[in-house]
């Protein structure tokens, strides 16, 4: 027996029976086919765990030692020599914590010691996601922050008084996931850089930032995998704005949040992509090393030679007859393929898009959905955490709010003092967002009654936009 396809059955069959498994081979996703609990949709949608197990990834630096707001307060009363000392725990309390006993970030120092209230395992998942998939190759990434020292006497204290960081001696490789080119390495490394060369902003911002790219990457990546071998370029995706009224005529209806994940369901095509991967990256394609997509392949057979083809065809067939065998015997019943059950398209790419149908088709016919469910509603509750708008009876839309419409315009405008409104349009797109007509119009009444918005003419050359903040 082929060496491979005993590696495909030692990690699919477990006593003799078939189940989908977490992919190994490469990674696209962080997630499980457990739905996300409130909990960590709560963390989810503050990104400050996240943003903090990131930041000391990158700077290879251990978690602190647990403290709380009394553990502090001791350590104040020891280097501070007062006889008020309730009244200067008082002021503490009230400057330097939230009302739920967590310390407010003051400082980007602080990031280092931010940590999830639960579900810790699956925070520190995602956040060794975000490090691969958005820092991986980047010149540019973020500064040690205890190299910054803070600008008043009182956020000197707080700082002196936190556990000590340490570094992480290990050095522990976090490659874990695919990193998988979505056209936003760019912007990103720009906003990156914005980020550590503003203290202030990156101190308030950056868990925006984090959250802002890791919820582009997924949906540029979710799109560039349903487009399987068409390395057609990926257009920006439509998003509105949570203020204004839509209709489902609105270019950014049917760009938007529909173009990407109809009626709210990734209709298991996630779970199908993580796995149909998982098991093409088991051939033995001469000269492709794992990890590798589907793009991969098209490119692979443009240039591999007939018997390397003719190979990898026999090997192909050996899979579609495995899993198609096993799958039967999970009493799967394939005439409900349809008449999408055939042989296709008989070359390396129509035999693997053919293990994707068979993929999708029993996740959507069988009693396993729930697996593929679970693991696509990890983007779907994200999303609608963070970036949806409830339109009634057209649905949900991809929708920002003020705060986050401005913040990505102040990325945008970058270190310039003001951006021509065309060239503002222009720089959201290369972040991945459109907006349409009408939601163009909004954004120029909010800029203008915002004082923002330096008008020479009424023509778009001519018009500006100032730096926010």
């Known amino acids: 027996?082929?060496?491979?396809?005993?590696?495909?059955?030692?990690?699919?069959?477990?006593?003799?029976?078939?189940?989908?498994?977490?992919?190994?081979?490469?990674?696209?996703?962080?997630?499980?086919?457990?739905?996300p609990t409130p909990n960590l949709l709560a963390e989810l949608k503050d990104f400050q765990g996240v943003c903090g197990e990131v930041n000391r990834l990158l700077n290879n630096i251990e978690p602190a030692e647990p403290f709380n707001m009394t553990s502090l307060l001791e350590n104040v009363s020891k280097e501070v020599e007062t006889q008020h000392g309730t009244h200067l725990?008082?002021?503490?309390?009230?400057?330097?914590?939230y009302d739920d006993g967590r310390l407010f970030c003051f400082h980007p120092m602080m990031f280092y010691y931010r940590s999830c209230t639960k579900s810790d395992k699956k925070i520190s998942t995602i956040a060794n996601y975000c490090t691969n998939v958005l820092f991986e190759g980047q010149s540019e990434t973020l500064p040690d922050y205890r190299n910054i020292p803070a600008k008043n006497v009182f956020h000197k204290l707080?700082?002196?008084?936190?556990?000590?960081?340490?570094?992480?001696?290990?050095?522990?490789?976090?490659?874990?996931?695919?990193?998988?080119?979505?056209?936003?390495?760019?912007?990103?490394q720009e906003d990156i850089s914005l980020m550590a060369g503003n203290t202030k902003f990156a101190t308030i911002y950056l868990p925006e930032l984090l959250k802002f790219y890791y919820l582009l990457y997924q949906l540029r990546l979710l799109e560039k995998l349903n487009n399987f071998f068409d390395d057609k370029e990926l257009?920006?995706?439509?998003?509105?704005?949570?203020?204004?009224?839509?209709?489902k005529e609105r270019v950014a209806y049917d760009g938007g949040w529909q173009r990407l994940i109809p009626k709210g369901n990734p209709d298991y095509k996630m779970w199908s992509h993580a796995n149909c991967l998982e098991l093409l990256n088991h051939l033995p394609l001469k000269g492709l090393c794992s990890p590798f997509t589907y793009l991969d392949i098209k490119n692979w057979t443009?240039?591999?030679?007939?018997?390397?083809?003719?190979?990898?065809?026999?090997?192909?067939?050996?899979?579609?007859?495995?899993?198609?065998?096993?799958?039967e015997k999970l009493d799967f019943p394939w005439d409900l393929f349809g008449h999408g059950f055939c042989k296709g398209e008989d070359t390396v790419t129509g035999k693997s898009l053919l293990l994707w149908k068979m993929i999708y088709c029993q996740f959507k016919y069988s009693g396993r959905k729930r697996a593929a469910e679970g693991y696509s509603s990890w983007l779907t509750s994200f999303v609608k955490q963070n970036y949806i708008k409830d339109r009634g009876r057209i649905g949900n839309t991809l929708a920002f709010n003020r705060q986050q419409l401005m913040f990505l315009s102040r990325l945008c405008i970058g270190n310039k003092e003001k951006l021509r409104l065309r060239e503002l349009w222009t720089e959201f797109a290369r972040r991945g967002v459109a907006f349409d007509f009408d939601s163009q119009?909004?954004?120029?009444?909010?800029?203008?009654?915002?004082?923002?918005?330096?008008?020479?003419?009424?023509s778009g050359d001519a018009q500006y936009v100032r730096a926010i903040f």
């Open 1 to 35: 027996m082929n060496s491979w396809l005993e590696n495909v059955k030692q990690f699919y069959l477990s006593k003799g029976s078939f189940a989908h498994r977490t992919p190994e081979k490469i990674r696209l996703f962080p997630f499980t086919t457990h739905s």
């Open 89 to 97: 725990a008082d002021i503490i309390k009230e400057t330097a914590f």
């Open 158 to 188: 707080i700082l002196s008084c936190l556990p000590t960081l340490r570094k992480n001696d290990k050095s522990k490789e976090n490659k874990n996931f695919s990193m998988i080119d979505v056209g936003l390495c760019e912007p990103f």
């Open 235 to 247: 257009e920006p995706i439509y998003f509105t704005l949570d203020w204004e009224r839509l209709s």
């Open 302 to 327: 443009e240039t591999a030679d007939s018997q390397d083809i003719c190979d990898a065809e026999k090997a192909l067939d050996e899979l579609l007859s495995f899993y198609e065998t096993n799958i």
């Open 441 to 458: 119009r909004q954004i120029v009444t909010l800029f203008e009654k915002l004082n923002l918005l330096e008008k020479k003419s009424d």
